[in-house]
């Protein structure tokens, strides 16, 4: 179970997250979304422990994955960033590029890349392996219709396998209701509306 109590986040005098409480029950998957600066990025990553909350109690699994706002590559083709800290997962690496639709660029430099492509490498590197909760900042930002779609299916996949509590945030409407079964809309750091989808 996630839970956030009294939960406030503050640069300089701004209050950039301030949340009386949350709860997530195990398994749930939910999309934040909310305005440029809402606070989506910044409970995402309290929850990740990349950023410690100055007042209240977070309670979340330790084994986490978190997939950052901006994507970025390693050195090396698209397959070993696949693999990279998963080496022995190589069948599953294949298959979760081949769900993306990235099999063709398997062999390419990473670097090399599109927006969209790398975004999608980005999640790859993630989803080859299990955890308890899941962290997508904005996963299908860069990402077309089909892109998107296939990010969907990716995600319901790698679902029905571990039986994780998916927090993600978006700004698709669309997305958010496919992807997840409750949203949480973020306004200036509080939370405005939580509901299910
Ligand atoms: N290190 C920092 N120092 C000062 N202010 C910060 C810092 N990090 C974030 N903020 C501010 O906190 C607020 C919330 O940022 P956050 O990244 O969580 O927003 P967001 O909802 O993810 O926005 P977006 O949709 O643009 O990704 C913003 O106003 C941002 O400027
Ligand atoms: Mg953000």
């Not at 330790?62 to 950052?68: A, M, R």
């Not at 997962?89 to 993306?100: D, I």
């Amino acid at each position: 179970m996630v839970e956030l109590r009294s939960v406030k986040k503050v640069y300089k005098d701004r209050t950039v997250l301030d949340v009386p409480q949350l709860r997530i029950q195990h398994g749930e998957s939910v999309a934040l979304t909310g305005a440029n600066g809402s606070g989506k990025t910044t409970l995402l990553r309290i929850l990740a422990r990349l950023l410690r909350a100055d007042s209240g109690t977070v309670t979340a699994p330790q084994d986490v994955l978190y997939l950052p706002q901006h994507p970025y590559a390693f050195r090396g083709t698209v397959l070993d960033n696949v693999l990279i800290g998963a080496k022995d997962r190589r069948e599953q690496a294949l298959a979760l590029l081949e769900t993306l639709e990235l099999s063709a660029l398997a062999a390419k430099p990473a670097q090399s890349l599109s927006g969209g492509e790398l975004q999608k490498l980005a999640l790859c590197r993630v989803l080859i392996r299990p955890c308890a909760l899941l962290l997508l900042d904005e996963p299908t930002a860069a990402l077309d219709t089909n892109g998107t779609r296939l990010v969907c299916d990716a995600l319901a996949r790698y679902k029905a396998q571990t039986d994780c509590t998916v927090v993600l945030s978006t700004h698709a409407p669309q997305f958010a209701a496919k992807a997840a079964e409750r949203l949480i809309v973020l306004c200036d750091g509080r939370i405005e509306s939580d509901g299910s989808i």
